[in-house]
T-cell receptor, first 115, second 109 residues
Framework: NAGVTQTPKFRVLKTGQSMTLLCAQD?????MYWYRQDPGMGLRLIHY???????AKGEVPDGYNVSRLKKQNFLLGLESAAPSQTSVYFC??????????????FGAGSRLTVL | AQSVTQLGSHVSVSEGALVLLRCNYS??????LFWYVQYPNQGLQLLLK??????LVKGINGFEAEFKKSETSFHLTKPSAHMSDAAEYFC???????FGKGTRLSVIA
């Protein structure tokens, strides 16, 4: 039972490069989320999805794009990476929506460094 | 929109001592509240959740939290700290998916 799988686990980019983080879940969850974690800032929501084909902005969406073409996958893209995007990125999924008693299942994280 | 505030970015306790991690929420409606734990280099795991069924909620690893509406609090406690409890703890309110900034718990032998 894999749960939520994030790839890659580590990545180093140069400023201006692009990349995509992949999140895959095998629990048939409708809702998926991308967070970034920075020291002293806790987790901040970047984007989320309430179902296949839908996405919505979270607290810190600038500089990121997302897509949910398949229910089990949620992609986070950086079109032109900046040093401020150096962070640990977490994907999560849930069976209930943001307004419900939704328990989040998290991936192990993807550590991104932008030089 | 709801917000949660965790008081204290770092808490240090002796092994065997009481653990108290504080979380206050602001909301005009009864919230759903959660505590998650993050061990080093791992994702977050659910410790416990409050969904209005009971004000005292028991979670995994001996942790519990009490919802107090009059104090808008949802503090996390454990009677006796163990070395394995050293981790970062996050309080979360789900409207809309707001996490506190986290409290790092250190346990001293």
């Amino acid at each position: 039972n894999a749960g939520v799988t994030q790839t890659p686990k580590f990545r180093v980019l140069k400023t201006g490069q692009s990349m995509t983080l992949l999140c895959a879940q095998d629990m048939n969850h409708e809702y998926m989320y991308w967070y970034r974690q920075d020291p002293g800032m806790g987790l901040r929501l970047i984007h989320y999805s309430v179902g296949e084909g839908t996405t919505a902005k979270g607290e810190v969406p600038d500089g990121y794009n997302v897509s949910r073409l398949k229910k089990q996958n949620f992609l986070l893209g950086l079109e032109s990476a900046a040093p401020s995007q150096t962070s640990v990125y977490f994907c999560a999924s849930s069976s209930e929506g943001p307004a419900g008693a939704n328990v989040l299942t998290f991936g192990a994280g993807s550590r991104l460094t932008v030089l | 929109a709801q917000s949660v505030t965790q008081l204290g970015s770092h808490v240090s306790v002796s092994e065997g001592a009481l653990v108290l991690l504080r979380c206050n929420y602001s909301s005009s409606v009864p919230p759903y509240l959660f505590w998650y734990v993050q061990y080093p280099n791992q994702g977050l795991q659910l410790l416990l959740k409050y969904t209005s069924a009971a004000t005292l909620v028991k979670g995994i690893n001996g942790f519990e939290a009490e919802f107090k509406k009059s104090e808008t609090s949802f503090h996390l406690t454990k009677p006796s700290a163990h070395m394995s409890d050293a981790a970062e703890y996050f309080c979360e309110g789900n409207t809309p998916l707001v996490f506190g900034k986290g409290t790092r718990l250190s346990v001293i032998a």
